[in-house]
Nanobody, 121 residues
Framework: QVQLVESGGGLVQAGGSLRLSCAAS????????MGWYRQAPGKQRGLVAV???????NYANSAKGRFTISRDNAKNTVYLQMNSLKPEDTAVYYC???????????????WGQGTQVTVSS
């Protein structure tokens, strides 16, 4: 099965920065899009940012102007640079990939295990 592995989470003070990484591995034919979602305690999982294979990006309003999503297609990796972090950014951040698998060229959506981001005030 395809796996997504996130890294880069941690504890930072308000106003600080953090860079998350997510590497997809397995029998991947091509990736249509990769993105970041987050889920705070007691809240639903929501979009943070997404980037397509063509480089188009989309951000949640709360992330716009502070976060930047980027990609390295050769490494099947997506990054999320988070600046000016706020306590309300505290959440588990999940990587997501919309991709085609080599076997049967099936299209599927995959999730990483999540990485904790905690922003203290």
């Amino acid at each position: 099965q395809v796996q997504l592995v996130e890294s880069g989470g941690g504890l930072v003070q308000a106003g600080g920065s953090l860079r998350l990484s997510c590497a997809a591995s397995g029998s991947i034919s091509s990736i249509n899009a990769m993105g970041w979602y987050r889920q705070a305690p007691g809240k639903q999982r929501g979009l943070v940012a997404v980037i397509t294979s063509g480089g188009n990006t989309n951000y949640a309003n709360s992330a716009k102007g502070r976060f930047t999503i980027s990609r390295d297609n050769a490494k099947n990796t997506v990054y999320l640079q988070m600046n000016s972090l706020k306590p309300e950014d505290t959440a588990v951040y999940y990587c997501n990939a919309d991709l085609y698998r080599e076997y049967g060229r099936s299209r599927n959506n995959y999730w990483g295990q999540g990485t904790q981001v905690t922003v203290s005030s």
